[in-house]
């Protein structure tokens, strides 16, 4: 039996988590989970699992579940996130929150000596040196949750990471894929949130449209698993069956496939190193689907992952500042404070104005995060 806390989890990574666990209760135990305004997930999910320690967004919902439960105990805020990641009970947390605000709680849990199953990217992007260097300290594994990652992960078990020639990302395009950079200047918010083949939280959808999902992805990638970027590509390929894949010296490529489903790799975060059905699961029938398409990247048509790339080989704070500045976008084109195309533009006027730090410490990252964010708040008003 494995005790598992979750952060994040009435999102759409958080949600599909519950359905993994309530289907295999006899291999998980739920202690503890956060959530942030959607309260009556929180209600169900508790009502269903029964957790010890519930942490919400305010401390107001935070007071008011407690009289409604008087047997689990209830905290919110920045804190409850940390207490949640460092439940006494739990051996694995699930990092499923949105954005940086799950750096502090992943440091705390890998402190704490706990397997750390991670789909929350922005960690990794804004602090990646001072993640894997802990977990190298604690001697913790940090376990890809994000598709393309658990691709890569399975697509290199049982080799030696010296044979590897290059790790190949793909992308499926998102929203956008079939218009050219002038047919976006006038796409709304509901045509973005429109992805072809997942079905994803809102930030991350916009991420796949505009490409900072990728760009994220490769500092993801070189963060996991120790590879320079020259060594990183990303491929168009528009039916995300093959989630990434790995080429080796001899010439071989080694890849993971499967029905676009996140369920996949979360349950195979959870049961690593085993792999135990996956109710529901939809077999893949390639020959059903009859021809996969494969595409050279556009880094005309992407300028964001052109960012990426650039923040990414710079290394310090200019990745936080990256990240934040994206996260800020992304929430005021979502609130229709930008247009799509202003993303773009928003997180390159930060990167240019942005002095670097290299090797930076977390009180340094937390203060260009917060510092990115109201420099990008002005911008947008
Ligand atoms: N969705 C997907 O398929 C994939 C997602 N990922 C990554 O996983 C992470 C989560 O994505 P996704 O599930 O789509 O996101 P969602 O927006 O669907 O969910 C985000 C979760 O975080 C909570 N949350 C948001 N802000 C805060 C905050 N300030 N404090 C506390 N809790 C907060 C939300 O609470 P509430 O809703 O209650 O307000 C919700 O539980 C991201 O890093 C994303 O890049 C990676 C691969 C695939
Ligand atoms: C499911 C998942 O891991 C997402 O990150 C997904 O990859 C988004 O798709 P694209 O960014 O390829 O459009
Ligand atoms: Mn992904």
């Known amino acids: 039996m494995k005790k598992i806390s979750l952060l994040g989890a009435t999102g759409s990574i958080g949600w599909q988590t519950y359905d993994i666990l309530i289907q295999q209760p006899e291999a998980f135990q739920l202690v503890a989970f956060s959530s942030g305004k959607n309260i009556e997930k929180t ?24 009289k409604v439960y008087p047997n689990t105990h209830f905290t919110y805020g920045a804190k409850g996130l940390v207490e949640v990641a460092t439940h006494p009970d739990s051996t ?9 605000v799950g750096l502090e709680s992943t440091l705390a849990a890998i402190r704490m000596g706990k397997t750390i199953a991670i789909a929350n990217k922005e960690t990794l992007v804004t602090a990646g040196h001072l993640v894997m260097a802990e977990a190298r300290k604690y001697n913790v594994p940090i376990l890809p949750v ?20 290059r790790l190949i990302i793909t992308a499926s395009g998102g929203s956008f894929r079939d218009k050219t950079r002038d047919e976006l200047k006038h796409v709304t918010v509901a045509d973005a949130l429109n992805h072809p083949n997942w079905s994803m939280g809102a930030k991350i959808t916009i991420d796949s449209a505009t490409m900072m999902n990728k760009g994220l992805e490769v500092i993801e990638a070189h963060v996991l698993f120790d590879m320079p970027y020259d060594k990183i590509d990303v491929l168009l390929h528009r039916e995300s069956i093959i989630h990434s894949l790995v080429e080796y010296h001899d010439t071989s490529v080694i890849a993971q496939l499967g029905t676009p489903d996140m369920r996949v790799p979360i349950q195979y975060a959870l049961s690593y190193p085993d792999r135990i059905p996956l109710h529901n699961g939809q077999r893949l029938n390639l020959a059903q689907i009859g021809q996969l398409h494969f595409k050279e990247m556009d880094f005309e048509r992407y300028p964001a992952l052109r960012l990426a790339y650039e923040a990414g080989r ?34 390159e006027r930060v990167m240019q104005a942005h002095s670097n730090i290299l090797v930076p410490d977390l009180e340094t990252i937390l203060h260009v ?3 990115t964010r109201k420099t990008v708040l002005a911008m947008v008003k």
């Open 314 to 347: 710079m290394g310090g704070t200019i990745l936080t500042a990256m990240n934040a500045a994206n996260e800020a976008a992304v929430a005021a084109f979502l609130q229709g404070k930008i247009t799509f195309l202003e993303i773009d533009e928003t997180i």
């Open 146 to 165: 994000d598709s393309e990652h658990s691709a890569i992960f399975q697509s290199m078990n049982g080799e030696n990471p010296k044979n590897i020639e």
């Open 92 to 100: 694995v947390l699930v990092n499923a929150v949105l954005g940086s």
């Open 43 to 66: 209600r169900e999910m508790i009502d269903v699992l029964k957790p010890e320690l519930v942490s919400v967004q305010f401390e107001e919902d935070a007071r008011a579940l407690q």
């Open 369 to 371: 995060d917060s510092e």
